[in-house]
């Protein structure tokens, strides 16, 4: 019984979170494109809160720097089973994802909500939780381009590099597939330039009706 009611109180939750899902942008890209540029450009400049990462990989400086949380495999996947994780997702040997009662305060609070997810994620997962929300794909137009991110921001070995960069297609081409089925906003990231990317940015913010802080 108990375990009943507790999964009740989650499902309220998350039916509350789709009656919402106009308030989140969801980015989605292979690593290294430029998302996390995006998301601090949101939340300067336009007001969206960056609610904290639950992972069980290390955490980087920025995600530190909101809160963020480690847990080994066995706390995540517990959890998971429970339903207290919002978009989990599983990549490079890592599991990621929210706090669903975070994303819950957040949202009903009236906030705008900037979150990641994997191109694997955004037919099912994305789609059916957050199905009014705004998606954007950030495509990088090159291989070449991605590795020279990737060097520049020094947070992957070597290996993990290698890891991203072959996976690079195939995240991009699931983001291509995904936009035959579901609304998908495409931006291509130019990192030599990146007001080219946050221009873009801003075009597609103000097509949806979110507006720059004053």
Same mark, same amino acid.
């Given at each position: 019984?108990k375990?009943?009611r507790?999964?009740?109180i989650e499902?309220e939750?998350i039916?509350?979170i789709? *009656?919402?899902s106009?308030?989140f942008v969801v980015l989605?890209?292979?690593s290294?494109?430029? *998302?996390?540029?995006?998301?601090k450009?949101l939340?300067?400049?336009?007001g =969206? &809160?960056e609610?904290?990462f639950?992972?069980? @990989?290390?955490? $980087?400086p920025?995600e530190?720097a909101i809160?963020g949380?480690n847990?080994?495999?066995k706390d =995540? +996947?517990k /959890?998971?089973?429970? *339903?207290k994780i =919002?978009?989990?997702?599983?990549?490079y040997?890592?599991s990621?994802?929210?706090?669903?009662d975070i994303? =819950?305060n #957040?949202a &009903?609070q009236?906030n705008?909500?900037? &979150?990641?997810?994997? +191109?694997?994620?955004?037919? !099912?997962d994305v789609?059916?939780f957050l199905?009014?929300?705004t #998606?954007?794909?950030?495509?990088?137009?090159? $291989? %070449?381009?991605?590795?020279q991110?990737l060097k520049q $921001?020094?947070?992957?070995s070597?290996?993990d590099?290698? #890891? $991203?960069?072959?996976?690079?297609?195939?995240?991009k081409?699931k983001?291509?597939? +995904?936009?035959?089925l579901?609304?998908?906003?495409k &931006?291509?990231p130019?990192?030599?330039?990146?007001?080219?990317?946050l221009? !873009?940015?801003? @075009?597609l913010?103000n %097509? /949806?009706?979110f /507006? #720059? *802080?004053?």
């Open positions: 019984m375990q009943e507790i999964s009740n499902q939750k039916t509350e789709i *009656k919402r106009n308030q989605s890209g292979p290294g494109s430029g *998302k996390t540029m995006v998301i450009h939340t300067q400049n336009y =969206f &809160v609610p904290p639950l992972t069980t @990989r290390e955490l $980087r920025n530190q809160g949380i847990l080994d495999q =995540f +996947a /959890k998971e089973f429970g *339903k =919002f978009l989990p997702a599983h990549n040997g890592n990621y994802g929210y706090d669903l994303i =819950f #957040i &009903v009236g705008n909500i900037v &979150v990641e997810a994997p +191109a694997s994620n955004l037919i !099912q789609s059916g199905p009014q929300s #998606i954007i794909g950030i495509l990088p137009e090159s $291989r %070449l381009e991605l590795e991110q $921001r020094g947070l992957n070597d290996h590099q290698q #890891i $991203r960069l072959q996976n690079y297609e195939i995240e081409e983001i291509i597939q +995904a936009s035959a579901i609304n998908i906003a &931006v291509i130019t990192h030599g330039i990146p007001q080219d990317t221009s !873009q940015i801003d @075009r913010m %097509l /949806k009706g /507006k #720059i *802080k004053i």
